[in-house]
């Protein structure tokens, strides 16, 4: 699977790319905007960072590239692929619970803390994209 060599980009089916855990050196990308919102994204080969409007979406440490991140009322999807294991942190709502999938397999349920993080880790493989679903129950 490639990278995002623009840091990031609209889809055609309106979904959102980003990331590129190939770069040696911190790349970013501020002020993209898309449906009304400014995207900002920080990536290279040791984290990747999306922010929306100032304010927190995701992170993954070691770097990953993330394809066709949608959210939708209940449920954020998004594909994502990197070189090694990753540990991906979202912001969702504030102490609620979700279920996460991975290529349709359930990998368990988590609660947000306080401030609406949900952290877990993927085992990625490069060249592999893994489908991610977390669901808000």
């Known amino acids: 699977m490639p990278v995002i060599q623009e840091l990031i980009r609209k889809e055609n089916n309106g979904t959102l790319s980003f990331g590129n855990y190939e770069l040696d050196v911190k790349s970013k990308l501020t002020d993209f905007e898309h449906e009304g919102d400014l995207y900002k994204v920080k990536t290279y080969n040791k984290i990747t960072k999306l922010e929306r409007n100032g304010m927190f979406v995701y992170e993954s440490v070691p770097g990953t590239s993330v394809f066709n991140m949608e959210q939708k009322d209940n449920e954020l999807c998004f594909e994502v692929t990197g070189k090694e294991p990753a540990q991906i942190t979202l912001e969702l709502e504030a102490e609620k619970e979700y279920e996460i999938f991975k290529n349709d397999s359930f990998l368990g349920k988590m ?27």
Do not use: A
């Open 111 to 137: 609660k947000t803390n306080l401030g609406g993080k949900l952290i877990f880790s993927l085992e990625l493989e490069e060249d592999k994209c893994d489908f991610i679903k977390v669901v808000k129950l």
